[in-house]
């Protein structure tokens, strides 16, 4: 496992690479630049030639990025065009926020979606695997904005059983330790603040869920109707092992290969993906400052959020990797 582990870090070594390239020059093909972002459409070409100057643009272009890839392996992003501030401290601020929504909605989708896929697999032509089956092409189509919407006036506005925005109600005093609202209710043992942001997390992970949800529901069903007609597991069951043996170890554990990369998958796009509902929620997450960035063009922003993302999805691949590795010894083995 350890040398696995190893391979797969050294391959995501030139990946980085290439990604870096790929970003600073479509970063800088794109029309005006932090010049025109920060002095405005009716700037002076004498007063945009300084901002770049400053800002070092008018330099080569393989001079701006060897000088962005050592800044890079210093956490250092650039500040933010707009506000002022360092990037990093920017992100590290808003993120916590955004990976505890994508993560619980990605708790819900898989803690529902599994179990539905399987026993709708399971139960092939039932009234479940149509409820399933239907449910899940409705999740798919959907937006996710509109659902937000629909979950906020329904829960919250109307029957007042949820909070509709933000992370925490304003009259909780709750001690802030890793950014993480609901975790830090439970390390500092202020469980009534961890509780209260449950609730405000409710609506947004459903909502996030949706799309998710709806996918891993038909994964898991088309794995397990694939898996149920393998030979290996007829001959299981002609041994006379017992049900319980044969759902869990040769079915169910084979048919999750395909699911976890999904998941995997999934959980980036979450991540990278709750703009629309941050906003409805006003969740206070990286949703609204990349929004910002993107309307204001504050480029240092936009790369450092790019970057992020990926270096996110290629983390994630190599848990994918690992839980393959767990899941299937054959690819320890390989």
């Not at 290439?18 to 970063?27: Q, R, Y």
């Not at 630049?33 to 002076?44: D, I, K, Q």
């Not at 190599?318 to 054959?330: E, F, M």
């Amino acid at each position: 496992m350890l040398r696995l582990i190893l391979r797969r870090l050294l391959q995501l070594i030139p990946t980085l690479l290439g990604l870096t390239v790929l970003l600073f020059l479509w970063i800088h093909r794109l029309p005006g630049g932090p010049a025109s972002a920060l002095l405005g459409e009716r700037a002076t070409e004498a007063a945009r030639r300084q901002i770049e100057a400053d800002l070092g643009l008018d330099e080569p272009v393989w001079v701006q990025y060897v000088r962005w890839v050592r800044r890079l392996g210093e956490l250092d992003l650039g500040n933010s065009v707009h506000t002022g501030q360092p990037v990093w401290e920017e992100f590290t601020q808003r993120f916590p926020a955004t990976v505890e929504l994508g993560l619980t909605a990605m708790l819900i989708a898989t803690v529902i979606g599994i179990p539905l896929g399987y026993f709708a697999a399971r139960r092939r032509g039932s009234w479940l695997d149509v409820l399933a089956v239907s449910g899940s092409l409705i999740g798919v189509c959907v937006p996710v904005f509109f659902l937000a919407f629909l979950l906020r006036a329904l829960f919250a506005v109307n029957l007042n059983w949820l909070p509709s925005v933000g992370r925490q109600s304003s009259g909780i005093d709750a001690t802030e330790v890793t950014g993480f609202t609901v975790l830090d209710g439970l390390l500092t043992g202020e469980f009534d603040a961890s509780w209260d942001a449950v609730q405000h997390l409710v609506l947004p992970g459903v909502a996030l869920a949706s799309i998710p949800l709806a996918v891993v529901v038909r994964i898991t069903r088309a794995s397990v109707l694939e898996v149920v007609s393998e030979d290996y597991v007829r001959t299981a069951e002609s041994k006379g092992l017992t049900r319980r043996v044969v759902r869990g170890r040769h079915i169910l554990r084979n048919a999750l290969l395909p699911v976890v990369t999904t998941v995997g998958l999934l959980t980036g796009s979450l991540l990278s993906g709750a703009v629309l509902t941050e906003s409805v929620f006003a969740f206070g997450g990286i949703g609204s400052f990349i929004r910002d960035a993107i309307s204001l063009r504050d480029y240092p922003v936009l790369m450092g959020f790019i970057l992020f993302i990926a270096v996110v999805y290629v983390l994630l691949n190599l848990l994918v990797d690992l839980a393959y590795g767990l899941i299937d010894p054959r690819v320890r083995v390989n």
